[in-house]
């Protein structure tokens, strides 16, 4: 099974300043790395998938990149909106998608 | 709007049963796959069960396989988990996802709470 690591677990960043996810995955996962936003009581929504490329609706401060087998997910300037929990997926084995542990975004 | 939608969840005794239905529109359900994943209290998220598009190929989790049965009828628009041999590890928000993009899962159901219990 692939292990996906996120890191931090939990981030503070001000509002208005830049936010840094990571993702490690146990193995390559080629680009078949999506990422979630999950605020709570609601379900997760997708945000990037194919490691960069930006879901329909999701505004364009939100950027995903990788390199081997480190991705990042990077929100340019935080509105209050972005504060939650985010998760990357893994699904280059299919079907044995896997998540990572999330990393919750606070408000600083 | 494509949407899903979840019900059947519940409190049921440990080796009980549950029958989960996921109603979908917005779209043409035979032409997706589509999937379950579910979220124990202040867990994260953990893929519990696939099935194609025809329902013709199905896959379970490890921690599921042989309690848990997916399907699905498109006819009605609806996806299902028959849950059997109920455990307290299985309490959970379930949700079922629609898979695109080859792998990501867009939109997802607002989940049905289930919980094991005595």
């Known amino acids: 099974e692939i292990v996906m690591t996120q890191s931090p677990a939990t981030l503070s960043v001000s509002l208005g300043e830049r936010a840094t996810l990571s993702c490690r995955a146990s193995?390559?996962?080629?680009?078949?790395l999506a990422w979630y936003q999950q605020k709570p009581g609601q379900a997760p929504r997708l945000l990037i998938h194919?490691?960069?490329t930006r879901a329909p609706g999701i505004p364009d401060r939100f950027s995903g990149s990788w390199s081997g087998t480190e991705f990042t997910l990077t929100i340019s300037s935080l509105q209050s909106e972005d504060f939650a929990v985010y998760y990357c997926?893994?699904?280059?084995?299919?079907?044995?998608?896997?998540f990572g542990q999330g990393t919750k975004l606070e408000i600083k | 709007e494509v949407k899903l939608v979840e019900s059947g969840g519940g409190l049921v005794q440990p080796g009980g049963s549950l029958r989960l239905s996921c109603a979908t529109s917005?779209?043409?359900?035979?032409?997706?796959?589509m999937r379950w994943v579910r979220q124990a209290p202040g867990k994260g998220l953990e893929w519990i069960s696939y099935?194609?598009?025809?329902?013709?190929?199905?896959y379970y989790a490890d921690s599921v396989k042989g309690r848990f049965t997916i399907s699905r009828d498109n006819a009605k628009n609806s996806l299902y988990l028959q849950m059997n041999s109920l455990r307290a590890e299985d309490t959970a928000a379930y949700y079922c996802?629609?898979?695109?993009?080859?792998?990501?899962?867009?939109?997802w159901g607002l989940g049905t709470l289930v919980t094991v219990s005595s």
């Open positions: 996802a629609r898979e695109v993009y080859n792998g990501g899962f867009d939109p």
């Open positions: 099935i194609s598009s025809s329902g013709s190929t199905i």
């Open positions: 997926q893994q699904y280059n084995t299919w079907p044995m998608y896997t």
């Open positions: 917005g779209f043409t359900l035979s032409s997706y796959e």
């Open positions: 194919g490691a960069s």
């Open positions: 193995q390559s996962v080629s680009y078949n």
